[in-house]
């Protein structure tokens, strides 16, 4: 296979949610892939630093402010880019947020920033960014997922029910957007240490027990998404659409603790 199916060479990604976190692992992986950036968060000065680094890269990097809770900060988001690059090949869907509360506990105020964020501005990010790229007949779109979109677990019921929502989607923007010659699909992360998770993995005993349920032993590292996010923004994945793919080192097979040495 040439490694040119994987070369991103020429080609314009918008990264949401990359003042932190993955997110920045997603933008430093296509850049490195060869892609120019629009990166993006609610605050623009904060990406001052890693507007610096992709530069240093050799790639482009426009920062630009976007509140995903706000219609009218998606459109203007999307206006600048494109008005910026005079097109857009890639959309990572990443911007997120969580609550860990108990369900007895989740207010009506929590349910909704959780949803509007994950889910809603997911969408009409997606959306706008869609009608950019329609007229040219093609389009990487990635929405950014969770072990969630298909697993469910306690004390995060709003994120998990945003994250399953994100998996529905997707298989109904692909089958709405393949005529046009876009992809839509879903990453899904398994268990990553990342600003949102980090309280949990102070607690030594649950990632020991985190491990003994992961095949590889192991939680994610941040690098080991490299490869399926330029994989899906490339024309390697040209006939892959309205998937969700697992990057979770095996949790998804249902492993449980072992009880004795094999």
Do not use: H
Not at 136 to 141: A, E, H, N, T, V
Request: aromatic share 10%; with cysteine; net charge neutral.
């Amino acid at each position: 296979m040439s490694k040119d199916l994987f070369d991103l060479t020429g080609k314009v990604a918008i990264v949401t949610g990359t003042s932190r976190g993955l997110g920045q692992y997603f933008a430093r992986a296509l850049a490195k892939a060869g892609a120019d950036l629009v990166i993006t968060s609610r605050d623009a000065d904060s990406l001052t630093s890693f507007k610096e680094e992709i530069e240093g890269m050799g790639r482009k990097a426009m920062p630009v402010e976007l509140d995903v809770r706000d219609y009218d900060s998606i459109q203007k988001m999307v206006e600048t880019a494109y008005n910026a690059y005079g097109k857009i090949d890639i959309l990572v869907n990443n911007a997120g947020c969580n609550v860990r509360k108990p369900a007895v506990e989740v207010t009506w105020d929590d349910w909704n920033m959780v949803v509007d964020t994950n889910l809603r501005g997911s969408f009409f990010v997606a959306q706008a960014v869609a009608k950019k790229m329609i007229p040219r007949k093609y389009g990487r779109i990635i929405n950014v997922g969770s072990l969630t979109s298909v697993f469910g677990y306690a004390g995060i019921t709003p994120y998990c029910a945003s994250r399953g929502g994100v998996k529905q989607m997707t298989m109904s923007l692909a089958d709405d957007w393949g005529i046009y010659g876009i992809t839509v699909n879903c990453l899904a992360p398994g268990w990553f240490e990342t600003a949102q998770t980090k309280v949990l993995y102070q607690d030594k005993e649950w990632v020991e027990y985190l491990c003994d349920r992961i095949p590889l032993k192991r939680p994610g590292r941040p690098d080991d998404l490299s490869g399926t996010i330029v994989f899906l923004a490339s024309d390697a994945s040209e006939y892959i659409t309205g998937q969700t793919i697992l990057v979770d080192g095996g949790i998804s097979t249902g492993a449980t603790r072992a009880t004795s040495k094999r």
